[in-house]
Structures are given as C-alpha cells and as structure tokens.
Antibody, heavy 118, light 107 residues
Framework: QVQLVQSGTEVKKPGASVKVSCKASGYTFSNYGFSWVRQAPGQGLEWMGWISAYNGKTNYAPKLQGRVTMTTETSTNTAYMELRSLRSDDTAVYYC???????????WGQGTLVTVSS | EIVMTQSPATLSVSPGERATLSCRASQSVSSNLAWYQQKPGQAPRLLISGASTRATGIPARFSGSGSGTEFTLTISSLQSEDFAVYYCQQYNNWLSTFGQGTKVEIK
C-alpha cells in the first residue's frame, strides 16, 4: 500500500531554514512526482510546488520562488522541501502528496507542523 | 494565476439530504480539476480527479461534473462522515491552485 511518512514537528526562529522530509513506500518512486501543499492555522490549502521524482524537474509557486527548494533522493525514496528565510506567516502544516505531472494528488503524508516564532 | 472560487463558503445540510458544491475557475482548466475532502486534524483526501472520476475507494454518492470554468461536486445523500471541508484544485496550469474551500456542516 502506498504510504508517505513525513518528518516531525519543527520550531524555528525568523530567518532560519527548515527542511521537511517525505519518505515514500509501496510504489515505484520514480514513476510519480510530489506536490507540496501548506495550510496555515485555520486557513485553506496553498500549493507550493511540484517535483518530478524521475528527473528532478520542478515548478514552484511564484510567491515562494527563491526561498523554496524541492529535491528527491531515489536511493532512499525520499522527497524533501526546504524553505529558507522563514517568517511568521510561514507557520503552517506542510504536506507532501504523490502527484503525476499536471495531475491531482492521490496520496498524502500526515503533515508536518512548522512553527516560526521568536 | 488561475483563481478558483468556491461557493458557498458554508453549506448547512441535514443527514440524508443532497449537497451541491460549486467551483468556478477564472479561465478554462479543461477537465483538469480535482476535489478533496478534509476533516479536522487530517490530511486532505482525493475524492474526484479529471472533474468526474472517483478516486479509489470513494463511495458512489460522491459525483463530480463540469468542464472549462464551471464545476460541481454532488453528495447525493449526506452521511455523518461527510461533514467536512471540501476543496477544488485545478492542475491545468503549471501553477496549480486551490479554491478557498466549502465547509459542509450539520443543519
């Protein structure tokens, strides 16, 4: 069965960076990509970007361009999302989700809470 | 950026009744539209992709329709476990976007 397991809760200070991991199992890793989606407290879903696990191609949301980097590691079937120069409004639950190219997200990780506070 | 607008923001429905949720795109997204259900403290769950194709394991009471800019999610007979927030998402464009969500609550 397909599973995506994310890393644990993070607390960061403004200006710091965070790197969230997403370990996949139950399918051929390189056949899909990953979308990253975040959700601020009490708010809706925000698409952050997508990465191909086949060739590393990425698409990032313009508002995050320059601060976000998505990567994959095929040796460990793990996807990563790094966000830099953190601000208080980056406080959110961050989700990884399996997604094909220009496709919906059919399996989701459990979410990782990132809190940015001084 | 394609803006997705969902209506209503909140829908009050009695168990057993039909619920109709709308999603409008600011420009055509063809049939590249998905619906998700999210319950408190949980990750979203894919219900519908390609505007009308139910995801694996999704009950038949959930149906999606529409193309272009107007889409509908219908829940034919609401069950207690269906009270949740529903989001639409377009993936027609390299910059995917979500609607703001519709909360379906018990009337």
């Amino acid at each position: 069965q397909v599973q995506l397991v994310q890393s644990g809760t993070e607390v960061k200070k403004p200006g710091a960076s965070v790197k969230v991991s997403c370990k996949a199992s139950g399918y051929t890793f390189s056949n899909y990509g990953f979308s990253w989606v975040r959700q601020a407290p009490g708010q809706g879903l925000e698409w952050m970007g997508w990465i191909s696990a086949y060739n590393g191609k990425t698409n990032y949301a313009p508002k995050l361009q320059g601060r976000v980097t998505m990567t994959t590691e095929t040796s460990t079937n793990t996807a990563y999302m790094e966000l830099r120069s953190l601000r208080s409004d980056d406080t959110a639950v961050y989700y990884c989700a399996r997604a094909g190219y220009f496709d919906s997200s059919d399996y989701w990780g459990q979410g990782t809470l990132v809190t940015v506070s001084s | 950026e394609i803006v997705m607008t969902q209506s209503p923001a909140t829908l009050s429905v009695s168990p057993g009744e039909r619920a109709t949720l709308s999603c409008r795109a600011s420009q055509s997204v063809s049939s590249n539209l998905a619906w998700y259900q999210q319950k408190p403290g949980q990750a979203p769950r894919l219900l519908i992709s390609g505007a009308s194709t139910r995801a694996t394991g999704i009950p038949a009471r959930f149906s999606g329709s529409g193309s272009g800019t107007e889409f509908t999610l219908t829940i034919s007979s609401l069950q207690s476990e269906d009270f949740a927030v529903y989001y639409c998402q377009q993936y027609n464009n390299w910059l995917s976007t979500f609607g703001q969500g519709t909360k379906v609550e018990i009337k």
